[in-house]
């Protein structure tokens, strides 16, 4: 059975940085595209980043260019998500996503870790 | 900036059929845009449902259908049952920008 399990978030002040993980099991994580997506209190989903099976390749929005990188560790089945310079506005639920096999999107998702940057 | 648009909110009686839909800024949505669509109920992680703009997956109720429509990718729903009351993501894929695009979300009242 897939899971996916995140740990990493707490609460920080502006301009600090965190490193959330997703831990991944039940398939073989190094086949697979993985996401970061995330929720803001009340407000709708935001894609942040993915990269690649063999973590050759990442991809961010336009918004986290720069302050978040997105890297895994295939022999260890784990993703992370490094985070800097923190935020207000990066207040929100942080869900890590595996990709569709075969094509673009995701199928398991984990439930999720909270971030809540605030002085 | 590109932008996902979503109906915001829809009502649909049990039983019924009621259709969502989710449109691009940059143009018509076409498969090449992989519309996928997710569900979220309140305090859960997002569910996915569909990919590839029909392609259900093991988990999802045949009842769920996709479909592009009038230049929109279009998620519908027929026989809609109580525990379909949710919010709906739509996720367009922008494959020159690599980018990934959610929707505002639908939040879908059964009554």
């Known amino acids: 059975e897939v899971h996916l399990v995140e740990s990493g978030g707490g609460l920080v002040q502006p301009g600090e940085s965190l490193r959330l993980s997703c831990a991944a099991s039940?398939?073989?994580?190094?086949?697979?595209?993985m996401h970061w997506v995330r929720q803001a209190p009340g407000k709708g989903l935001e894609w942040v980043a993915n990269?690649?099976?063999?973590?050759?390749?990442?991809y961010y929005v336009d918004s986290m260019k720069g302050r978040f990188t997105i890297s895994r560790d295939n022999a260890d089945n784990s993703l992370f998500l490094q985070m800097n310079s923190l935020r207000v506005e990066d207040t929100a639920m942080y869900f890590c996503a595996r990709g569709t096999m075969g094509s673009p999107g995701s199928d398991y998702w984990g439930q999720g870790t909270l971030v809540t940057v605030s002085s | 900036q590109t932008v996902v648009t979503q109906e915001p909110s829809l009502t649909v009686s049990p039983g019924g059929t009621v259709t969502l839909t989710c449109a691009s800024s940059t143009g018509a949505v076409t498969s090449g845009y992989y519309p996928n669509w997710f569900q979220q109920k309140p305090g859960q992680a997002p569910r996915s449902l569909l990919y590839s703009t029909k392609n259900r997956h093991s988990w999802t109720p045949a009842r769920f259908s996709g479909s592009l429509l009038g230049g929109k990718a279009a998620l519908t729903l027929s026989g809609v049952q109580p525990e379909d009351e949710a919010d709906y993501y739509c996720l367009l894929y922008y494959s020159e920008a690599h980018l990934w695009v959610f929707g505002g979300g639908t939040k879908l009242t059964v009554l």
């Open positions: 039940g398939f073989t994580f190094s086949n697979y595209w």
């Open positions: 990269i690649k099976p063999d973590g050759s390749d990442e």
